[in-house]
């Protein structure tokens, strides 16, 4: 069964520093990875998927890499700024007959303070 | 439409009372999910659909828990006879033809 660590639980630094959030899990056969961003009471937004065949994808300031034979992804935030403080939740989907259903880490609590 | 809408935003129940939480996905997209997020966790999954059949409901936590999409397109999850352990929040995501998901704002359900 697919386990999910996120660490930090929490972070807080000062707005335009570089920042590094951390995804573990423990099936190395992962179709691929997803990492959400939650903002309070709000539903989840895609930020990034990463395909088992990719190391890496990028999109704007995040940089999100995934390395299978370690069973670790991590989201790279640069310079960061105080509209990036929300929970930062990674996902891996196992593909095949899971039907790409997504097994959830408990999320960093980002806090970008100005 | 331009997003997974998801209705009511927030639902408080009485212990017993039955329950009816809708999800709209995004037009044209096969496949729809629904995970449970309790307060401070990461979403669990629940079940899935690939247009009208449900082909996993291996996450639904007890048979107080039924989900449909009869048509295809819009889907409904029923909780029965709610109880306190039943209060979270309900999200719906819907897929296309890649396998990124996308999600709806969910439905906060409080039991009291």
């Known amino acids: 069964k697919q386990e999910v660590t996120q660490i930090p639980a929490a972070l807080s630094v000062p707005e335009g520093e570089n920042l590094v959030l951390n995804c573990s899990f423990t099936d190395s056969a992962i179709y691929n990875l997803q990492w959400f961003r939650q903002d309070p009471g709000k539903g989840l937004t895609s930020l990034l998927l990463i395909q088992s065949s990719q190391r890496e994808q990028t999109s704007g300031r995040l940089n999100a890499s995934l390395d299978k034979s370690s069973g670790r992804s991590t989201l790279y935030i640069a310079a960061s700024q105080p509209g990036d403080s929300a929970t930062y939740l990674c996902a891996g989907n196992a593909g095949g007959t899971s039907y790409g259903k997504l097994t959830f880490g408990q999320g960093t609590i980002l806090t970008v303070h100005p | 439409g331009a997003g997974v809408s998801q209705s009511p935003r927030y639902k408080v129940a009485k212990r017993g009372q039955d329950v009816a939480l809708r999800c709209d996905p995004i037009?044209?997209?096969?496949?729809l999910f629904w995970y449970q997020q309790a307060l401070g966790q990461g979403p669990e999954f629940l079940t899935y659909f690939q247009n009208e059949a449900q082909l996993d409901k291996s996450g639904l936590p007890s048979d107080r828990f039924f989900a449909e999409r009869p048509e295809g397109s819009v889907s409904t999850l029923k909780i029965q006879r709610t109880q306190q352990e039943d209060s979270a929040v309900y999200l719906c995501a819907s897929r296309g033809l890649s396998y990124e998901q996308y999600f709806g704002p969910g439905t906060r359900l409080t039991v009291t």
């Open positions: 037009s044209g997209h096969v496949s």
